[in-house]
């Protein structure tokens, strides 16, 4: 057994919760918050049988893709730095994070 945790940008979670469901694929679903965008995210944690984590982390690559963003860059409070104005930056946002790891144990009470 392994436990799959995937960060997932938040204009994709829902879509990606219906395909879990779709595929019979058990997921508790967190809300959470970047460090770089600070922009939502949604954490899934998903325990699935060794035999399933492929097709899983397949689901997950075809549901959530990267795409271009345009974000401001802070502003910067800083006096001795020349007065800067936040200008439009183009990242790549979405995709998915994922962390698979193995499971020592598993209970339900």
């Known amino acids: 057994m392994k436990l799959i945790l995937a960060i997932v940008q938040d204009k994709d979670s829902n879509r990606l919760a219906n395909e879990f469901i779709d595929a019979n694929i058990r997921a508790t679903k967190?809300?959470?918050?970047?460090?770089?965008?600070?922009?939502?995210?949604?954490?899934?944690i998903i325990g699935v049988d060794d035999e399933r984590v492929e097709a899983t982390l397949e689901l997950i690559k075809k549901t959530c893709q990267s795409r271009k963003q345009f974000v401001s860059t802070p502003v910067?409070?800083?006096?001795?730095?020349?007065?800067?104005i936040p200008y439009p930056v183009e990242v790549e946002v979405g995709g998915s994070t994922v962390f698979v790891l193995p499971v020592?144990?598993?209970?339900?009470y």
């Open 30 to 44: 967190l809300s959470s918050t970047g460090g770089f965008l600070k922009a939502g995210n949604s954490t899934f």
């Open 76 to 84: 910067t409070l800083d006096l001795s730095m020349d007065s800067q």
């Open 104 to 108: 020592e144990g598993f209970h339900q």
